[in-house]
């Protein structure tokens, strides 16, 4: 078929193979021009922490001698460790709790849903939508008459319940796409409802419960303002400790590099895996 | 192995009654189909039995047993669904033997059920798959296979053909046919398709708005069917009805005054007619015959030539009659044609749909599709 | 009968609470309780270096904030930072987003960079442009514009806002293309074809069939960016503190100030109460959209 219409038309699908190939070299230098400008600043923070700090204030240049003295630097005079494990512990330990309340609870919208499920389901929305600026002060002092300033404890409860919201919308989702027929069946076949969960929702939901695990992840991760405002030194993240970078101006920029290409890479490539599920997430459903 | 019974069972969801009180006894091996337009209930009706649903009002009963407040996994039941609901991260295996794990049933045990299943249905060679790697037809046994480990009384099937391709549908057809001769279970069958009830069933139950519009034989319900709706739902293609003018009622029928002024006699009982009562002439296509003096006639509108047989339809007044005739007739579209059709094989309908009945049983009314084997032969025959 | 029936309903309303009990009252009270406290704040004397003046202030701390010139300033602020970033991000977004939708070589990488900045944490960013990007003499920038014999920029004293819209613009567009870009691969191909079968060009198909299909994803990523984007506190926070002057203080940051630096929680608090009104306005109209996305 191809061979015989490109025989009998042959000048003019020479010509627009050649212009459908000039197009798509066009759109291959475009995309990729976007691609790495916007990428740039990453790119560059990249390359500057492998630099030596002097040669990271020299003029911008590709060609330098890498080094790892500023990884090491950072490990050993600001103690990048304990920020780190703050980070992991405050994350994971938000998204755990976060999953365990929300798992039932989108279980019962899912399966066993009333009257008022869609409006539990919109409210629990729309408190993700107060600004946590106008919360600040009330929640500093509970925090501080409570002892919960600047603990990792403090920290885990004000992500759990920032991030529930989004958590059940997208567990609620995801049962709902699991088809009705298959949890009959098993209880035809005798499952209980303990054998229902584990044995079939689980197993059957588990890429998507993963998917709202990292995304909650990602968010705790990356969560900027409680950590700026309710910790100090102790429980500390990531996000507060680069910003601890931000008073002495324009002198350690390789380590400043180094630290943040090690707080965001592994965020970096989570976000990369979960694109997808990010979107269902960040739009509660609005946008496929 | 099991009787079930129904007594008065309706079903409310919020305010709309979708199963308006319905009775119905299902005998020991019996093969019931379910069958009726999509809303007509049916599949709530069998999912009541099947226990995913609870009986607003009635008694559900099986072998004499009141169990509307058992659990579906205790009632002896397997179903296997439309979407076949084959568990997709478990094997074949690991499907058909997911109830028996459940159960607590010892590994070797499973194992040697499930393998006998597999054999009727041929699936030995697939019991490490997952669902994924399998075909339609496939999936459809391993669900068949996952109700019959179960060796319950009762298999419910929920429409399980209409995700097939029609040769595949006309092969389960046959399939399902021959396990129910091989199991000998009572079997409750749900589906859309009359062509499938005519072919399974030894007792239809015509479901239509939440009631029982009539149960029978296929036999009974093609040629004694009880109202217009299951005249008209029963046999392919559809029966044709025609407005007719009452003139008399004898001892051997009512007789009738055609549109095109044709007199005939039907024999059916008319002793309690009105005598202007308004009645509606049903005949099926099959049942008209070209005649060059026939009473009837009519304009050919389109005219479908199957090989075998040529569906001609006709314009008569304001309805588009259908004619089976044979494959050679030599009409063309437009042209007219007049037709006739043998009394004993019409029907007539009251005002309210309700058919006069006949004076005589079709001498098949009473067959059922085991009648259908020669007395006394194996049921292991060849399928 | 009708009594299993009841009961049956109930049982499953039952089960149905008790499992959402959890999430619900702490959500309920994660909701409630500051917020009730942040209102209640918002009419006392609450000012933590002056433990003696308390009591009820009645609408004070509303009428001195909304006296105070730095209020007006920091909505000024606000406005422009939500307006410019939006502009930026709704409109790049869409470009990139026709952009990335069309085949070529290493589309799936490309895509993938395009995205990254979204995945950066905020003060990360705000640091790495501050620093290495808008640095007036050994910035990427400042080279780039003495290299082609132009006087480098210096962003932050001479251009801050604009600056702040610059690192804020970055981290948000791959969000307005991340979200489009998906909604756009829902669009119907067959659609596309149709339209260039009625002889519609590239530029016809992009504003009658393609913006159209985006219209509610563009929305969404309008209302959601608004939320958040009412709110930026850590861009702020390490580059410029708000300064100079007040040329880059937000609502947000003034409450931060007023709250953590002036330990004024009566007004802090007001001003509060005002960044959830604005943000209502926004969320009223979001949640609805859901709302009707629910039913279908």
């Known amino acids: 078929m191809t061979t015989l219409s490109s025989k009998t038309a042959a000048p003019r699908s020479v010509s627009g193979w050649r212009s459908a190939q000039s197009k798509r070299i066009l759109l291959t230098l475009l995309g990729w021009t976007v691609a790495l400008v916007i990428f740039f600043p990453i790119f560059w923070m990249i390359l500057t922490g492998f630099k030596t700090e002097s040669a990271a204030i020299a ?135 303990l054998q229902e969960v584990f044995f079939l929702l689980l197993p059957l939901t588990l890429p998507g419960i993963a998917s709202t695990g990292l995304l909650s992840v990602i968010l705790s991760w990356n969560e900027a303002f409680w950590s700026l405002n309710l910790t100090t030194s102790n429980a500390a993240p990531l996000t507060a400790y680069i910003a601890s970078f931000s008073s002495p101006e324009g002198l350690f920029w390789a380590k400043l590099s180094a630290a943040s290409t090690m707080a965001i890479a592994p965020i970096l490539i989570l976000g990369w895996m979960t694109q997808k599920q990010m979107v269902r997430g960040l739009t509660f459903g609005a946008v496929k | 192995m099991a009787t079930l019974q129904l007594h008065n069972i309706t079903k409310r969801f919020g305010d709309t009654e979708v199963i308006k009180g319905i009775d119905l006894e299902v005998n020991d091996r019996e093969f019931v189909v379910f069958v009726g337009p999509s809303g007509c209930g049916k599949s709530t009706l069998m999912r009541m039995i099947a226990g995913l649903e609870s009986a607003t009002d009635g008694d559900i009963l099986i072998d004499g047993q009141r169990i509307n407040d058992v659990g579906p996994a205790d009632r002896g039941l397997a179903m296997v669904f439309q979407s076949y609901a084959l568990y997709p991260h478990m094997t074949v295996e690991g499907n058909m033997g997911f109830s028996m794990r459940l159960a607590g049933v010892p590994k070797e045990e499973r194992r040697a059920k499930v393998l006998e299943a597999a054999k009727i249905l041929q699936l030995e060679p697939l019991l490490d798959r997952k669902p994924k790697a399998l075909s339609g037809g496939q999936r459809q046994r391993v669900a068949i296979g996952r109700a019959i480990v179960r060796n319950p009384s009762i298999f419910l099937f929920d429409e399980p053909l209409s995700n097939l391709d029609a040769a595949l549908r006309v092969q389960m057809r046959i399939e399902l046919a021959r396990l129910h001769d091989e199991l000998d279970a009572t079997m409750i069958y749900v589906t859309h398709d009359q062509i499938e009830a005519m072919t399974m069933a030894d007792k239809i139950v015509v479901l239509h708005d939440g009631v029982v519009e009539q149960v029978g034989s296929p036999m009974a319900l093609y040629h004694h069917p009880c109202n217009r709706f299951v005249a008209g739902f029963i046999g392919s293609p559809k029966m044709n009805f025609l407005p007719v003018t009452l003139t008399g009622v004898t001892s051997d029928g009512v007789a009738i005054r055609l549109p095109g002024g044709g007199e005939r006699s039907v024999p059916v009982d008319g002793a309690h007619l009105d005598p202007n009562a308004t009645l509606e002439l049903g005949v099926r296509p099959e049942h008209l015959v070209l005649e060059e003096h026939g009473p009837l006639s009519g304009e050919i509108k389109v005219l479908e030539r199957l090989g075998g047989q040529t569906s001609l339809y006709v314009q008569m007044d304001d309805e588009l009659i259908t004619i089976m005739a044979d494959g050679d007739v030599a009409y063309r579209v437009n042209d007219t044609v007049r037709f006739g059709f043998d009394p004993e094989r019409a029907h007539l309908f009251d005002a309210g749909g309700q058919a006069l009945s006949s004076l005589q049983q079709h001498p098949l009314a009473g067959l059922t599709r085991h009648d259908n084997r020669a007395p006394g032969s194996p049921s292991e025959e060849p399928a | 009968m009708n009594k299993t029936r009841a009961s049956g309903r109930t049982v499953g309303g039952l089960r149905t609470l008790s499992l959402q009990a959890p ?274």
């Open chain 3, 23 to 296: 999430a619900v009252t702490l959500l309920l009270l994660w909701m409630i309780v500051p917020l009730g406290m942040t209102l209640w704040f918002s009419f006392q004397y609450y000012n933590l270096l002056m433990p003696g003046m308390t009591g009820f202030a009645g609408l004070e701390n509303y009428e001195y904030l909304l006296t105070d010139p730095a209020l007006w300033a920091a909505m000024g602020n606000t406005l422009l930072l939500v307006g410019w970033v939006l502009a930026i991000t709704v409109v790049g977004g869409t470009l990139l987003a026709v952009l990335f939708q069309q085949e070529f070589a290493g589309r799936g990488i490309a895509r993938v960079l395009a995205i990254s900045p979204f995945f950066v944490m905020p003060t990360v960013s705000a640091l790495v442009w501050k620093n290495m990007m808008m640095h007036p003499s050994n910035g990427v920038l400042a080279w780039l514009s003495e290299s082609i014999g132009l006087p480098a920029v210096d962003w932050f004293s001479s251009l801050p806002l604009t600056s702040i819209v610059i690192i804020v613009a970055w981290q948000w567009l791959p969000f307005a293309l991340l979200i489009l870009l998906t909604a756009m691969q829902s669009l119907d191909e067959d659609q596309v074809e149709a339209a260039r079968m009625d002889g519609a060009g590239p530029v016809a198909i992009f504003f009658f069939i393609t913006l159209p299909h985006l219209k509610r994803a563009i929305s969404v990523v309008i209302m959601i960016e608004m939320i958040f984007l009412l709110t930026i506190f850590a861009e702020i926070f390490v580059t410029t503190s708000g300064g100079p002057g007040l040329a880059t203080t937000n609502l947000a940051y003034l409450i931060y100030i007023r709250a953590l630096l002036d330990f004024d929680v009566g007004t802090a608090s007001a001003g509060g109460v005002i960044a959830i009104i604005l943000a209502n306005i926004v969320a009223i109209f979001l949640v609805r959209m859901v709302a009707k996305n629910l039913e279908d």
């Open chain 1, 59 to 193: 003029d911008p240049t590709l060609i330098f001698s890498p080094t790892l003295e500023s990884y090491q630097a950072v490990q050993e005079r600001s103690g990048y460790a304990r920020f780190a494990l703050n980070s992991v512990a405050v994350a994971f330990g938000s998204t755990f709790l976060a999953l365990l309340l929300a798992i039932p609870a989108a279980y019962a919208m899912a399966f066993l849903p009333t009257k008022r499920t869609k409006g539990t389901l919109l409210w629990m929305l729309s408190t993700k939508m107060l600004p946590s600026v106008g919360v600040l002060v009330p929640i500093y002092l509970i925090f501080r008459d409570t002892g919960l300033l600047d603990t990792r404890t403090g920290l885990i409860i004000i992500y759990t319940l920032m991030n529930l919201p989004i958590v059940v919308w997208m567990l609620y989702t995801f049962f709902k796409d699991m088809p009705k027929d298959i949890l009959e069946a098993g209880r035809m076949d005798g499952a209980s409802t």
